[in-house]
């Protein structure tokens, strides 16, 4: 997938670093009410109708950067909240459609083409349950202050010759979890959100965001008195940058103050060596077929949409969440930055005790900024060797199928397992539906919920195809191929016992 910089990636980019920059100083209190005025004065730029808005939509974007619910905290000037930063309960729900800031898209969601024939039927007047279609000069048109957007026209029509027109968030749903109210204001129906994120990329004005935790880890950094970790996904290679080496990013995290460094891909080869272990375990008591759970996307799909098979998904735990619990176990009074491309992670962790603090990879790099350091020209490296190739390939769609396979085929139960996967959800949607339907022929399914895996996550930074080959060279250049030669991983996940499971 494209990762384009827009204006409104600058504008987020320019909160997150503006943000960070007051924390470090210590100046968040005394400099934070005046960051709307600063980034949309008379001088600047003008999206919307005057500056006035535009601080209002910033001031939103800002509460939520600092980690908050907006509509909860409405109330609340910015000043107040960073005098209070450490006792506000922080956001739960992580995306939120931001009402001053969405658009009401005036889209006219039924329009009637040049299609239409003017037939005799005329079915779409006769299905129009508010008399909303009228005829005028041989041609069918839509009184748009009558129409309800049921769809009942388009359904009538014989030619196809009503167009239906989506909205970019609705459309980025495979969920039908946001709809415009009768004001046409976006809303998300948290019952049905997956979490997967697609939506904050779809939104064109900016109104669909999530909340981060930039000023959160950035003070837990600065506490002498606090060990912090950073776990950080296999799919960080390339993010940022042809020339950021992998050795690069691991000494600046330590520059800026976290303890230990560790590639998320250990906990991969955990899960990859417990997943195969659960799949044959599973075949041989008669189960049909059992579904990847490392991303979190895919397995709330299955709990809220396909529930019938629910009990058939993998009760591993995701590799983030795997070597969470390893570490704290050796350090329960460490903290834990897990840092990725992934929204969806970001809801994980508020069900995991053991994940402190969640950054994208976007977020990261405006911290870093924040702090002056410019990874391409970056010269210190420290070494990287957690993980096996293995591990390091659960970064793009079909890593975790493979090495699955190459784990059983090593063991002599490779014929056992028919593999398939799939990436992105209205795939994940349409596999599961054959699934369940008896109609995928296979006994293993594995699902990402990004386009072409975790490398495509909605807080990555880089092209996805491109990333992908960075993946593949890092693992490549891995201390072992296979997860079963990491001997450290196979000890650590018999050490976790029942923690390896959800």
Avoid at 469 to 490: G, H, P, S
Wanted: with cysteine.
């Amino acid at each position: 997938m494209l990762n384009i910089v827009t204006e409104l990636t600058k504008l987020k980019r320019r909160i997150y670093i503006s943000l960070a920059r007051f924390t470090l100083k210590d100046q968040l209190v005394e400099k934070v009410e005046s960051l709307p005025e600063l980034l949309a004065n008379a001088d600047t730029p003008r999206y919307r109708c005057c500056e006035y808005k535009e601080q209002a939509i910033l001031k939103e974007m800002i509460k939520l950067a600092m980690g908050f619910d907006p509509e909860q905290y409405k109330n609340m000037s910015l000043i107040e909240m960073a005098k209070q930063i450490d006792q506000l309960e922080s956001d739960k729900r992580i995306i939120h459609v931001l009402s001053v800031a969405c658009d009401r898209c005036p889209i006219d969601k039924y329009m009637i083409t040049d299609a239409c024939r003017n037939c005799v039927a005329h079915s779409c007047v006769s299905a129009c349950p508010r008399n909303a279609i009228v005829i005028i000069q041989n041609r069918a048109y839509i009184d748009q202050g009558k129409c309800i957007e049921c769809g009942r026209c388009k359904v009538a029509c014989p030619f196809g010759a009503i167009l239906e027109n989506i909205r970019p968030c609705e459309r980025a749903c495979a969920v039908d979890a946001i709809k415009a109210d009768y004001s046409r204001q976006a809303s998300i129906d948290y019952e049905k959100c997956i979490g997967c994120g697609n939506c904050v990329r779809s939104c064109p004005f900016g109104a669909i965001e999530d909340s981060t935790q930039i000023i959160q880890v950035i003070k837990m950094l600065k506490d002498p008195e606090t060990k912090v970790n950073a776990i950080i996904a296999p799919s960080f290679i390339g993010q940022f940058g042809a020339k950021v080496s992998p050795g690069k990013l691991k000494a600046a995290l330590v520059e800026i103050g976290f303890s230990e460094v560790y590639e998320v891909a250990l906990g991969a080869d955990m899960v990859a060596l417990n997943e195969a272990h659960e799949l044959v375990e599973r075949l041989e008591k008669g189960q049909p077929f059992m579904t990847s759970s490392c991303c979190p996307s895919f397995l709330s799909l299955i709990q809220k949409y396909f529930p019938e098979i629910a009990d058939k998904a993998s009760t591993t735990v995701s590799p983030m969440i795997a070597l969470a619990r390893l570490l704290k176990k050796t350090d329960p009074e460490s903290k834990m930055v897990f840092i990725g491309p992934c929204i969806t992670k970001k809801i994980e962790a508020q069900k995991e005790k053991d994940i402190d603090a969640v950054l994208t990879f976007e977020e990261l790099g405006c911290i870093l900024v924040s702090m002056g350091i410019n990874l391409a020209e970056y010269e210190l490296e420290e070494e990287i060797k957690d993980a096996s190739s293995h591990g390091r390939n659960f970064a793009y769609a079909g890593g975790v199928a493979n090495v699955i396979r190459e784990i059983l085929k090593e063991e002599g139960k490779e014929n056992l397992i028919k593999f398939a996967h799939v990436d992105g959800i209205v795939n994940c949607k349409e596999a599961l539906q054959k699934l369940v339907e008896g109609k995928l022929d296979c006994n293993f399914l594995e699902g990402m919920g990004c386009e072409g895996g975790c490398v495509g996550g909605p807080g990555s930074m880089m092209n996805s195809k491109i990333t992908t080959r960075l993946v593949q060279k890092f693992a490549d250049k891995a201390r072992w191929k296979l997860a079963l030669e990491n001997k450290a991983a196979e000890e650590k996940r018999k050490s976790l016992a029942h923690a390896m499971e959800r």
